[in-house]
C-alpha cells in the first residue's frame, strides 16, 4: 500500500535555528509531493509542491523542499525558522496522474522565542 | 476568493446517534473531497467527488458513512449510526480539477462521539 512517512512527530527549536522536517514515501514511478502546513486554529494550507523539473523546490515564507528519488524522500528545509512558524506540517504524496493523496502523520513545530 | 466553507465547527453526540456534517467548496471547483483526521494522525481520505460522481470511497465505512454531492456543488457527509471511534476531526477540501491542482481545504468539523 501507498504511505507517507514523517519520522519527527515532534520538534522544538529556538528562533533563528534551521529546520529539517524529513519525509519518506513508499510509491513507484512518477510521484506528486506535498508538503502542508496547519497554523494553530486554521486550516490546512499548501506550502509547496513538486510535480517535475528541479528537485529543489521553494515556496512560501522561505521553505523548501528537496526531492531526493533514489531515497524516496522530500524534505522540508528553512534555513531560520522563526516564532510564528510554529504548526503542524504535513507531508502527502499522490502517484502522478492518480488522484488519491495519501498524507503523512504530521510533525508538531514548537518554535521557542 | 472565498474559501472553502464548512459547518458545524464543532459537534458532540453520544454514540449510535447520527450526524451530517456540510460543505461548500470554492467556486468553480469540480473536485471535493472529504478527509477524516484522528487526533495524532494525519488525514485520511473518505471520499472523492468528481462533480456529482464519486471517484474514490474505497476508505468510507459504508455501512455506516455515507457522502453525497447531488448538484455538482456542495456536499454533506452522514454518520449514522456514530461510533465511540469516530471522534476525529472531518475535513473538506476541493479542487479545479483532479489533476494537479492543489487541495484547498476549509476549518473542519471537530466531532466527538461520547
Known amino acids: 500500500a501507498q504511505s507517507v512517512s514523517q519520522h519527527n512527530h515532534h520538534v522544538i527549536l529556538s528562533e533563528a535555528a534551521s529546520l529539517e522536517l524529513g519525509c519518506n514515501y513508499s510509491y513507484g514511478g512518477t510521484v506528486n509531493l506535498f508538503w502542508y502546513v496547519q497554523y494553530p486554529g486554521q486550516h490546512l494550507q499548501l506550502l509547496l509542491k513538486?510535480?517535475?523539473?528541479?528537485?529543489l523546490v521553494k515556496g512560501i515564507k522561505g521553505f523548501e523542499a528537496e526531492f531526493i528519488k533514489s531515497k524516496f524522500s522530500f524534505n522540508l528545509r528553512k534555513p531560520s525558522v522563526q516564532w510564528s512558524d510554529t504548526a503542524e506540517y504535513f507531508c502527502?504524496?499522490?502517484?502522478?496522474?492518480?488522484?488519491?493523496?495519501?498524507f503523512g502523520t504530521g510533525t508538531q513545530l514548537k518554535v521557542e522565542l | 476568493e472565498a474559501g472553502v466553507a464548512q459547518s458545524p465547527r464543532y459537534k458532540i453526540i453520544e454514540k449510535r446517534q447520527s450526524v451530517a456534517f456540510w460543505c461548500n467548496p470554492i467556486?468553480?471547483?469540480?473536485?471535493l473531497y472529504w478527509y477524516q483526521q484522528i487526533l495524532g494522525q494525519g488525514p485520511k481520505l473518505l471520499i472523492q467527488f468528481q462533480n456529482n460522481g464519486v471517484v474514490d470511497d474505497s476508505q468510507l465505512p459504508k455501512d455506516r458513512f455515507s457522502a453525497e454531492r447531488l448538484k455538482g456543488v456542495d456536499s454533506t457527509l452522514k454518520i449514522q449510526p456514530a461510533k465511540l471511534e469516530d471522534s476525529a476531526v472531518y475535513l473538506c477540501a476541493s479542487s479545479l480539477s483532479m489533476d494537479n491542482s492543489p487541495l484547498h481545504f476549509g476549518n473542519g468539523t471537530r466531532l466527538t462521539v461520547t
Open positions: 467556486s468553480g471547483h469540480a473536485t
Open positions: 513538486y510535480f517535475s523539473g528541479d528537485p
Open positions: 502527502a504524496a499522490r502517484r502522478g496522474g492518480g488522484n488519491k493523496l495519501t
